[in-house]
């Protein structure tokens, strides 16, 4: 059971704008930054959020974070197939970092 | 360009010990706050061990406190994570990371990771 909840699908068709939830509690995402990963298995995970919205450099403009409260989301518009793989969110919870458990994006 | 290599991983007896390495270049290692995380198979990703830039703060996932030990050498821009009394379930990818920015704590950059895989 990871602290964080996240839904374990989604999906979209090319082009569509589609969101991913992260849930949490005031230990973790209620007063601390999110983060977000994409991570194909068998490749090393790659960081698309941090600090709850901001991109590091090379991360398309498509992938967008917010959060409010105790919770998060990652957007991705004009959804390509190439999006297609699993994503994390993460946060800082108490001396400890925190994970969703992951949710795997299918391109239709 | 950023570059972490993990090695030291392999194939281990319950009870035993390991110590995995994570060489970095590319950046100015003694500036970043470093973490090791890992994925066990099927499973989704999970914390392990963080460590600051001077090493003055340190922090572990529960699951394996007291018996592993993160450091790192900035002389050698190298990090460490020191592994004994391993279970199955520490079966597992390991990576190393390097925080976004400095000053941040979190995951950003990480390494291709390396197997460990504890089994008699």
């Known amino acids: 059971q990871s602290v964080l909840t996240q839904p374990p699908s989604a999906s979209g068709t090319p082009g569509q704008r589609v969101t991913i939830s992260c849930s949490g509690s005031s230990s973790n995402i209620g007063r601390n930054y999110v983060y977000w990963y994409q991570y194909l298995p068998g490749a090393a995970p790659k960081l698309i959020i941090y600090r709850n919205n901001q991109r590091p450099s090379g991360v398309p403009d498509r992938f967008s974070g917010s959060k409010s409260g105790t919770s998060a989301s990652l957007a991705i518009s004009g959804l390509r197939s190439e999006d297609e793989t699993d994503y994390y969110c993460a946060a800082w919870d108490d001396y400890s970092w925190v994970f969703g458990g992951g949710t795997k994006l299918t391109v239709l | 360009e950023v570059q972490l290599v993990e090695s030291g991983g392999g194939l281990i007896q319950p009870g035993g010990s390991l110590r995995l390495s994570c060489a970095a270049s590319?950046?100015?290692?003694?500036?970043?706050?470093m973490n090791w995380a890992r994925q066990a198979p099927g499973k989704g990703l999970e914390w392990v061990a963080y460590?600051?830039?001077?090493?003055?703060?340190?922090y572990y996932a529960d699951s394996v406190k007291g018996r592993f030990t993160i450091s790192r050498d900035n002389a050698k821009n190298s990090l460490y994570l020191e592994m004994k009394s391993l279970r199955a379930e520490d079966t597992a990818v390991y990576y190393c990371?390097?925080?976004?920015?400095?000053?941040?704590?979190?995951?950003?950059?990480w390494g291709q990771g390396t197997l460990v895989t504890v089994s008699s």
């Open positions: 990371a390097r925080a976004p920015v400095e000053g941040d704590a979190g995951l950003g950059y």
């Open positions: 460590i600051s830039s001077s090493s003055s703060s340190i």
């Open positions: 590319g950046f100015s290692f003694s500036s970043y706050n």
